[in-house]
Nanobody, 126 residues
Framework: DVQLQASGGGLVQAGGSLKLSCAASGFTFDEYAIGWFRQAPGKEREGVSC????????YYIDSVKGRFTITGDNVKNTVYLQMNSLRPEDTGVYYCAALSRDGGSSWWDERIYDYWGQGTQVTVSS
């Protein structure tokens, strides 16, 4: 079975950085796209970033472009989300999810993902 575990969240001040990890098991990592989603208090979950296999295409929502970077390590079966210049509006629970293909222009749509991790809390204070 596919298992995903998100970790690396914490509490930081605005302008700080965090690096999230998504450790995957139970499948061939490079055959899947891995997406990061977040859910802020009182809001619906939204797509943040996605990578289509190790070394594949990457995608970001406009609000994080230039600040967040998604990367993958096939040997470790892990995808990372480096988050710099954090803002209070980045606060939320961050989830990683797996999709058995490149979602292309629909990468942001949580409805197409097959597997989900439990999430890790990110809090950015002002």
């Amino acid at each position: 079975d596919v298992q995903l575990q998100a970790s690396g969240g914490g509490l930081v001040q605005a302008g700080g950085s965090l690096k999230l990890s998504c450790a995957a098991s139970g499948f061939t990592f490079d055959e899947y796209a891995i997406g990061w989603f977040r859910q802020a208090p009182g809001k619906e979950r939204e797509g943040v970033s996605c990578i289509a296999g190790v070394g594949g295409s990457t995608y970001y929502i406009d609000s994080v472009k230039g600040r967040f970077t998604i990367t993958g390590d096939n040997v470790k079966n892990t995808v990372y989300l480096q988050m710099n210049s954090l803002r209070p509006e980045d606060t939320g629970v961050y989830y990683c999810a797996a999709l058995s293909r490149d979602g292309g222009s629909s990468w942001w749509d949580e409805r197409i993902y097959d597997y989900w991790g439990q999430g890790t809390q990110v809090t950015v204070s002002s």
